[in-house]
């Protein structure tokens, strides 16, 4: 799975703004700065992916936002961390 493939799926279930247009616009984003980490699914845990900033965009920004996966689908956002 890619950002792209995220970005999909997020916006096919949630209905949300993360991806919008308008929205990483006024955080100053593009896809191309996203990348992917996977925390693999635990007892404890489930399947969590990390959209996560190459590098800094407005302000500084470098913070990740979480998602939860359930056989393969976005069960929920779960944190976005803006740092600055």
């Known amino acids: ?3 792209y493939d995220l970005k999909y799926k997020y916006n096919s279930i949630d209905g949300g703004h993360f991806f919008d247009r308008s929205t990483m616009a006024f955080f100053g984003d593009t896809m191309r700065n996203y990348a992917i980490t ?3 699914a635990n ?3 489930p399947h969590v992916v990390e959209l996560r ?3 800094p965009v407005k302000q500084g920004m470098t913070g990740s936002a979480y998602f939860v996966l359930v056989e393969g689908k976005i069960d929920a ?3 976005f961390n803006y740092t600055a």
């Open 43 to 45: 007892d404890v845990c």
């Open 38 to 40: 996977h925390h693999k």
């Open 77 to 79: 956002a779960v944190k």
């Open 53 to 55: 900033r190459k590098h």
């Open 1 to 3: 799975m890619n950002a």
